[in-house]
């Protein structure tokens, strides 16, 4: 968190503007989406979950670092303040994520979709041996 911050104080005010501009107008791009769906089931992780340790992943041949790349699909979603359940697919021998992107203020409809994929064994996180 601390590097975040500290590089966050060295951007300069005109690239923060500029930034501000980007997100309203990718904001309404993507509300449009809202118009003919309740929800969008998206990927929330582009690998599946990295032991513990692991410092790198491999995407589309290229090896990438966890720490900076596993929140690379849930970013733009954060970005522009929707609400979202990410919730694991199991699979052997480790899980995957997807996310529920659903309109602004409508986190009951995230967390319906969640549930109901839930009771269908759809997803699931393991329980925790011991």
Do not use: H
Request: hydrophobic residues 50%; glycine residues 6%.
């Amino acid at each position: 968190m601390r590097d975040r911050l500290i590089a966050g104080a060295m951007v300069p005010a005109g690239l923060v503007v500029q930034a501000q501009k980007f997100r309203r107008w990718y904001q309404a791009r993507v509300l449009e989406l809202f118009k003919e769906v309740d929800a969008v089931l998206l990927p929330a992780t582009p690998c599946t979950a990295p032991r513990i340790g692991q410092e790198t992943f491999t995407l589309d041949g290229v090896e990438m670092p966890v720490r900076a790349n596993l929140g690379l699909y849930t970013q733009a979603i954060s970005f522009i303040g929707l609400p979202v359940v990410a919730v694991p697919v199991p699979l052997t021998p480790l899980p995957i994520a997807v996310q529920i992107v659903a309109a602004p203020w409508r986190e009951d409809v995230a967390l319906r979709i969640a549930y109901a994929l839930e009771e269908r064994g759809a997803v699931a996180a393991r329980k925790p041996a011991g």
